[in-house]
């Protein structure tokens, strides 16, 4: 008690959470960190949506289908597995309590930098203009029904970490029953919209390595 009270005796019994501004990401331009190495990384930034937004979850699909994280993904198959340019690549849905993003990285040898960000904005494209089919969306349903009791709920700890996350989102204790239904409610037209509302702005671009001008690739714009 005695040290308790030394380290936070002086601290007021209430006191008012500073407030915190919304940030969200400054897109369009490109940052370059030049370093000798081996490797350059790549990360492209573009807005995101919040966790309770209407449209999260066909979002979340969207995401899922372009880069989330699996073998199947546009991303992987034509980065990795057709062209060999990275060991891995993914997207990912950025939702923190003032902030969000949809976040593209991967990394890559120097010299194949470009050709690797060339691929990644083809395939950004073909996701705005076409979308993904019936198919793809149904087997990304599946996945992420199936995955997710592994992924959080096969041991005390992925449980309970689990739990706080759904505290911390506000999502309330059913949402682990609910969250099926909200997936498969998810149609393909709502992916598309998401696509286009997502994807259609110009990225923030963060290369780390070896520099060179993005603007100057095939189909961009100088």
């Given at each position: 008690k005695a040290v308790l009270d030394k380290v936070f005796g002086n601290l007021p019994e209430k006191a008012e959470l500073t407030s915190v501004p919304d940030i969200q990401p400054k897109l369009g331009q490109t940052v370059t960190v030049s370093y000798p190495l081996p490797q350059t990384t790549l990360q492209l930034v573009y807005p995101g949506v919040k966790r309770d937004a209407p449209d999260f979850f066909a979002a979340y699909m969207?995401?899922?289908?372009?880069?989330g994280g699996t073998f199947s993904s546009w991303l992987f198959h034509e980065v990795r597995e057709t062209r060999g340019l990275a060991y891995g690549v993914s997207s990912d849905l950025i939702d923190y309590r003032h902030a969000d993003a949809l976040v593209i990285g991967t990394a890559t040898r120097s010299e194949s930098a470009p050709e690797t960000l060339q691929v990644i904005q083809e395939q950004v494209k073909k996701m705005i203009d076409e979308g993904p089919s019936e198919a793809e969306l149904d087997a990304a349903k599946k996945y992420v029904v199936g995955?997710?009791?592994?992924?959080?709920?096969?041991?005390?700890?992925?449980?309970?970490?689990?739990?706080?996350?759904?505290?911390?989102?506000?999502?309330?204790?059913?949402?682990?029953?609910?969250?099926e239904g909200l997936i498969d409610r998810v149609t393909l037209d709502q992916v598309k919209a998401a696509a286009k509302k997502l994807l259609s702005a110009k990225p923030a671009l963060l290369i780390v390595g070896k520099p060179f001008d993005p603007d100057k690739l095939p189909g961009n714009k100088g």
């Open positions: 969207m995401n899922q289908i372009l880069g995955a997710f009791a592994i992924a959080n709920l096969d041991s005390s700890i992925s449980i309970a970490r689990t739990l706080i996350g759904l505290e911390i989102n506000h999502l309330g204790i059913d949402y682990i029953q609910k969250r």
